[in-house]
T-cell receptor, first 114, second 114 residues
Framework: DVKVTQSSRYLVKRTGEKVFLECVQD?????MFWYRQDPGLGLRLIYF???????EKGDIPEGYSVSREKKERFSLILESASTNQTSMYLC?????????????FGPGTRLTVT | AQTVTQSQPEMSVQEAETVTLSCTYD???????LFWYKQPPSRQMILVIR??????QNATENRFSVNFQKAAKSFSLKISDSQLGDTAMYFC???????????FGAGTRLTVKP
């Protein structure tokens, strides 16, 4: 079974802190994604990566950066956390290729910024 | 840009009954894929069913089936013989044929009542 894990289920940080969210997948997938999930808005893509050291901005990259040094690991970084970044963050992975391939999701990290 | 709309924020159904969740999408593409994902409370999001736009036959997976109307750009999910374990958020999603840029709807929260 594909497994996508995220470093924390719940996280509480203070405004201005630097926050790291880690995601690891064990299926040798080329693509990895970070989404933000908010009620009434569904999932919105923050960043995705299609290869090691490669990244592309999604729809809402402002205030976030990412790092992919190894194929299995994709990190989301909040350089200076703000209260409007309080949300559920979901990581996903998929094989490269056509849109046929489903994305496999991690359990999510619920981040609260106070 | 592709958009996905789920017009029912919340729905409920009695156990063993049938329920239909609605989804519409907007695209200029001719070939693409459509998905329904399920996110149970506090659990990982998983794929329920996938439809390939070039296939006229509606996809089915056990109690789950879709009504795909390409001309109307409509993709509804029917759950038959609803079970308590079907209680979840359901997301409709779209990907173009040739890449993994997945677009999600806002979600429908389904509650199955005993």
């Amino acid at each position: 079974d594909v497994k996508v894990t995220q470093s924390s289920r719940y996280l509480v940080k203070r405004t201005g802190e630097k926050v790291f969210l880690e995601c690891v997948q064990d299926m040798d997938h080329e693509n990895m994604f970070w989404y933000r999930q908010d009620p009434g808005l569904g999932l919105r893509l923050i960043y995705f990566s299609y290869d090691v050291k490669m990244k592309e901005k999604g729809d809402i990259p402002e205030g976030y950066s990412v790092s992919r040094e190894k194929k299995e690991r994709f990190s989301l970084i909040l350089e200076s956390a703000s209260t409007n970044q309080t949300s559920m963050y979901l990581c996903a992975s998929s094989p490269s290729g056509t849109g046929y391939y489903e994305q496999y999701f991690g359990p999510g990290t619920r981040l609260t910024v106070t | 840009a592709q958009t996905v709309t789920q017009s029912q924020p919340e729905m409920s159904v009695q156990e063993a009954e049938t329920v239909t969740l609605s989804c519409t999408y907007d695209t200029s593409e001719n070939n693409y894929y459509l998905f329904w994902y399920k996110q149970p409370p506090s659990r990982q999001m998983i794929l329920v069913i996938r439809q390939e736009a070039y296939k006229q036959q509606n996809a089915t997976e056990n109690r789950f089936s879709v009504n795909f109307q390409k001309a109307a750009k409509s993709f509804s999910l029917k759950i038959s013989d609803s079970q308590l374990g079907d209680t979840a958020m359901y997301f409709c999603a779209f990907t173009p044929y040739n890449n993994n840029d997945m677009r999600f709807g806002a979600g429908t929260r389904l509650t199955v009542k005993p």
